[in-house]
Antibody, heavy 121, light 108 residues
Framework: EVQLLESGGGLVQPGRSLRLSCAAS????????MHWVRQVPGKGLEWVSG????????GYADSVKGRFTISRDNAKKSLYLQMNSLRAEDMALYYC??????????????WGQGTLVIVSS | EIVLTQSPGTLSLSPGERTTLSCRAS???????LAWYQQRPGQAPRLLIY???SRATGIPDRFTGSGSGTDFTLTISRLEPEDFAVYYC?????????FGPGTKVDIK
């Protein structure tokens, strides 16, 4: 069974940084692309970033490009999201999601339960 | 960026009814790279359909996706109690990937 466990969320001041982690189990992590998707409670979904199986290719939403960096460690079966220069509009529940195959240009077929990021002074 | 529009915003239906949800893209979605997700209250999204018309693993055949280019639909043939949820379409053919605003299907 695929399991994705996000961590690292919490309260952070505007302009500061936060690093999210996602620990994966139940599948061959190194064979699949991964994504981060966020959701303001009560609102819709927003794709944040995706990364290919080997980390060589990645993409970002315009709203986070230049501030957020996605990365992965296949040996540790872990996905990361480094979030810098955080803004109030970054406040959301951040989901880690498994890609359908090795390339990141595909849907996400398994999701974690999310970690909440609150940006406030 | 491709903008997705979903209609209607909300549907009030009864169990057993058939319904069709619409997703329209601001430009053509390449290779029919269109997915549908279901999100129940308090839960993470679940992939229903990918490639516009392929059902994900374990998805019942009452869910059918169709369409190409800029117009896509998700049909639920007979609503079961567990189908009352919010449904999102997503295009993944062009970065940045984008989601539609969602259609809420609630019980009449």
């Amino acid at each position: 069974e695929v399991q994705l466990l996000e961590s690292g969320g919490g309260l952070v001041q505007p302009g500061r940084s936060l690093r999210l982690s996602c620990a994966a189990s139940g599948f061959m992590f190194g064979d699949y692309a991964m994504h981060w998707v966020r959701q303001v409670p009560g609102k819709g979904l927003e794709w944040v970033s995706g990364i290919s199986w080997n980390g060589d290719n990645a993409g970002y939403a315009d709203s986070v490009k230049g501030r957020f960096t996605i990365s992965r460690d296949n040996a540790k079966k872990s996905l990361y999201l480094q979030m810098n220069s955080l803004r109030a509009e970054d406040m959301a529940l951040y989901y880690c999601a498994k890609g359908f195959n090795s390339g990141w240009y595909h849907a996400a077929d398994s999701w974690g339960q999310g970690t909440l990021v609150i940006v406030s002074s | 960026e491709i903008v997705l529009t979903q209609s209607p915003g909300t549907l009030s239906l009864s169990p057993g009814e058939r319904t069709t949800l619409s997703c329209r893209a601001s430009q053509s979605v390449s290779s029919s790279s269109l997915a549908w997700y279901q999100q129940r209250p308090g839960q993470a999204p679940r992939l229903l359909i990918y490639g516009a018309s392929s059902r994900a693993t374990g998805i019942p055949d009452r869910f059918t996706g169709s369409g190409s280019g800029t117009d896509f639909t998700l049909t639920i043939s007979r609503l079961e109690p567990e189908d009352f949820a919010v449904y999102y379409c997503q295009q993944y053919g062009s970065s940045p990937f984008t989601f539609g605003p969602g259609t809420k299907v609630d019980i009449k």
